[in-house]
């Protein structure tokens, strides 16, 4: 096992390596001095969804959502408690699919609110519909136990 791991800024998008054996809470961006994490999910446009899904070492959860979409906006206030339960073990973004179509579609996006979430670069689990904070969570734990033992499995 390596002895870091790589944690993209949310800020400047510098991959910073942050020692495994410490927390990365208090950890700061060694390029711009920004804290990596803030307990809030981050707007993301395209450039950071790639740049977080495929650069860091940690699992990203991605919230696909619109404005003008009731269960998302209901939905908006859970995923923001779940940023400070999960982070900062995982990370969480929120991608506006009104202004990332592009995104959304190669994602194959076909219902909102859907999270998606990453490890290693790449899709690990999806879901659509709205869900509480512990929903979350929950759903995000059992993601990666699953992911973790299907990946040891011989």
Known sequence: MSDHRQIVCPECSAVNRVPSDKS???AKCGKCG????SGKPLDADAGMFTRQTGRSDIPVLVDVW???CGPCRMMAPEFAAAA???EPEIRLLKLNSEQEQGV???LG???IPTMLLYAGGREI????????????????REQLAQASATHKAP
């Open 24 to 26: 990365a809470a208090a």
């Open 34 to 37: 920004r804290a990596l994490f």
């Open 66 to 68: 619109a404005p003008w």
């Open 84 to 86: 400070g339960a999960l």
């Open 104 to 106: 959304a579609s190669r």
């Open 109 to 111: 996006i076909r219902g």
């Open 125 to 140: 689990g999806r879901i659509s519909g709205a869900m509480t904070m512990q929903q979350i969570v929950g759903w995000t």
